[in-house]
């Protein structure tokens, strides 16, 4: 039995090129693990899934579960898509895993049964615009779907984009007038201003950022994590909402291959999974 995670690249979840995805299982993968997706950020313009196959891997060893790296579309000149489309890229990639029987049609597994989805900067803000109430109608997500959603990490998130381009006013024109249009204010897409969706009361949220981040400023997380504090906090039960805001230490993305953000994820994904 080998000691590594193994890696299976370049599946489908869609019509698209785009619509690809890596698979990493951990050493001795056992059924019936949760399944962990990594969604990468790089501001809807760049990066892939394959920029993050170390971090995958390193996730997985230390979890015991696999770990699916999905792309999506960007918004490039030749295709300037903009938001919601590169969280619809998500939400069917996210679909199409309830009904999924694994990497391999010889050796059909069950659908994951419990999901830890995880979301870096603008990828936050894409997996937020599905699991809280956001205005767009085409990203709503299917019951099943909230049902298995056990937990959402984000890290370095972009939240509040007003807010983010009163920190960085060069970022509307870097990116965000790409992602979103030319307008004076962006409120509709201000995710510390949405409600929960009903059947997602269950999930557990954790809101981490790095001392040594200056592309993302720590208020967009402090804003994110007071605006959860008023939707979960207080309520009975085990505590639905944690935050990590002084353990990292590396710049944005330098975090990613660093051993500390795996090991946030790891025990929190641990919280609530049997030992492997």
């Not at 959402?152 to 381009?165: N, T, V």
């Amino acid at each position: 039995m080998s000691s590594e995670p193994s890696s299976v690249l370049g599946l489908s979840y869609g019509p698209l090129p785009a619509h690809a995805f890596d698979y990493h299982s951990p050493p001795g993968a056992l059924p019936l693990r949760p399944l962990l997706v990594f969604v990468h950020g790089g501001a809807w313009r760049s990066e892939d899934r394959a920029r993050h196959a170390e971090l995958a891997r390193t996730l997985a060893a230390l979890t015991a579960c696999p770990v699916a790296v999905p792309d999506y579309r960007l918004t490039t000149a030749a295709d300037p898509i903009q938001h919601p489309s590169h969280a619809q890229d998500i939400l069917l990639f996210l679909h199409f895993l309830l009904t999924w029987p694994g990497p391999s049609p010889a050796s059909p597994q069950p659908p994951a049964a419990k999901l830890f989805l995880l979301g870096h900067s603008c990828s936050a803000h894409m997996l937020a615009s599905v699991f809280l109430a956001s205005p767009y109608a085409e990203l709503a997500p299917s019951p099943d779907l909230l049902a298995v959603t056990s937990g959402i990490i984000f890290s370095e998130g972009i939240y509040d984009i007003d807010a983010l381009l009163r920190s960085f006013p060069d970022y509307k024109e870097w990116f965000i007038a790409a992602a979103f249009g030319e307008h004076d204010a962006y409120p509709d897409v201000n995710i510390a201003s949405y409600a929960t969706r009903p059947g997602g009361e269950h999930i557990r949220w954790l809101i981490i950022h790095s001392k040594g981040d200056t592309l993302v400023d720590v208020l967009q997380s402090e804003i994110m994590y007071a605006h959860l504090s008023g939707l979960v906090g207080g309520q009975p039960g085990p505590p639905r909402l944690e935050k990590t805001f002084d353990r990292l230490q590396e710049e944005h993305n330098d975090l990613l291959r660093g051993t500390v953000y795996p090991r946030i994820v790891a025990d929190f994904v641990a919280q609530d999974t049997p030992a492997a």
